[in-house]
């Protein structure tokens, strides 16, 4: 089992940018293909960018791409999800998930692990 820990949502105007970081505990962090997820009130929870293993193969939903750039440090046990010109509708609570299987995945059922989530308010 992994336990993540999601940190650095807060407060920010548009155009800004914000850096979100998951801790993951357990030595055999990277055995598990990470994601991040987010869910905006009254909405259902949507994809936002995943990372395999090694890092070697990235996906990003096309509403973040050029934006956010997810990333992944295994000797530190985390991934971050970098996210420049921030816009209102990225308004959430962003979750980063864990799945202990290799590959790519863009779904929220095909994940086993969830951080409590953090929330990132983008004001107009």
């Known amino acids: 089992q992994v336990q993540l820990v999601e940190s650095g949502g807060g407060l920010v105007q548009a155009g800004g940018s914000l850096r979100l970081s998951c801790a993951g505990s357990g030595r055999t962090f990277s055995s598990y293909s990470m994601g991040w997820f987010r869910q905006a009130p009254g909405k259902e929870r949507e994809f936002v960018a995943a990372i395999t293993l090694t890092g070697g193969n990235i996906a990003y939903a096309d509403s973040v791409k050029g934006r956010f750039t997810i990333s992944r440090d295994n000797a530190k046990n985390t991934i971050t999800l970098q996210m420049n010109n921030l816009k209102p509708e990225d308004t959430a609570v962003y979750y980063c998930?864990?799945?202990?299987?290799?590959?790519?995945?863009?779904?929220?059922?095909?994940?086993?692990?969830w951080g409590q989530g953090t929330q990132v308010t983008v004001s107009s």
């Open positions: 998930a864990a799945r202990d299987t290799l590959g790519l995945y863009t779904g929220d059922y095909m994940y086993h692990y």
